[in-house]
Nanobody, 115 residues
């Protein structure tokens, strides 16, 4: 099983980034996919989640209206479009897959929002 995140980097406040997470080794289309983030000294928190069919999403209040989660089951990939980025969005962002008791994590990608 692999979850490989990409797309992180340094961006100025107000800018945008799109994270991608490429999955392999499991039936991607059967799993709820999520993005979490963890800033230094803080606990890992849920940012956004999307159901297996992509028909329902939910977001942390701090990112609602700025971030969009989506998935392409044909490409085994989940995305996080991040707009209007703020310095407080700085964190390592992790991709997560869950179905029943099956639970997988990616290695994370750093997002830094700074001028």
């Amino acid at each position: 099983v692999q979850l490989v995140e990409s797309g992180g980097g340094l961006v100025q406040p107000g800018g945008s980034l799109r994270l991608s997470c490429a999955a392999s080794g499991f039936t991607f289309s059967s799993y709820t996919m999520s993005w979490y983030r963890q800033a230094p000294g803080l606990e890992r928190e849920l940012v956004a989640a999307i159901t297996s069919a992509g028909d329902s999403t939910n977001y942390a209040g701090s990112v609602k209206g700025r971030f969009t989660i989506s998935r392409d089951n044909a490409k085994n990939t989940v995305y996080l479009q991040m707009n209007s980025l703020k310095p407080e969005d700085t964190a390592v962002y992790y991709c997560h897959a869950k179905r029943y008791w099956y639970d997988y994590w990616g290695q994370g990608t750093q997002v830094t929002v700074s001028s």
